[in-house]
């Protein structure tokens, strides 16, 4: 079974920066099997994907978040962490990472979610 925790929400005002991480573990976790992704959503709103890792270290990124966001894998830890800059209003949701063993499509490890509200 794999776990996932998120920390690092928290209020900001807009142009600030925040730093999302995401530690997982489990007796089967390793970055090398399982492809990773952060999501949000905002209230009344439907999830959506920001962005992913693969195993092999291929990011992609929601088209609102290019140039602003930037997901990454440490290098001794199996965190994986979401560096979000240039933060704005429309940025405020809650944040979850989520895991999948890269041959399947859909994601089927959560976190609990951290906030993240952006005030202007």
């Known amino acids: 079974h794999v776990q996932l925790v998120e920390s690092g929400g928290g209020s900001v005002q807009a142009g600030g920066s925040l730093r999302l991480s995401c530690a997982a573990s489990g007796y089967t976790f390793t970055f090398s099997r399982y492809c990773m992704g952060w999501f949000r959503q905002a209230p009344d709103e439907s999830r959506e994907q920001v962005a992913t890792?693969?195993?092999?270290?291929?990011?992609t990124y929601a088209e609102a978040v290019k140039g602003r966001f930037t997901i990454s894998k440490g290098n001794t830890k199996n965190t994986l962490y979401l560096q979000m800059n240039s933060l704005k209003p429309e940025d405020t949701a809650m944040y979850y990472c989520?895991?999948?063993?890269?041959?399947?499509?859909?994601?089927?490890?959560w976190g609990q979610g951290t906030q993240v509200t952006v005030s202007s």
């Open positions: 989520a895991a999948r063993p890269c041959w399947l499509d859909d994601y089927p490890h």
């Open positions: 890792v693969s195993n092999s270290g291929t990011t």
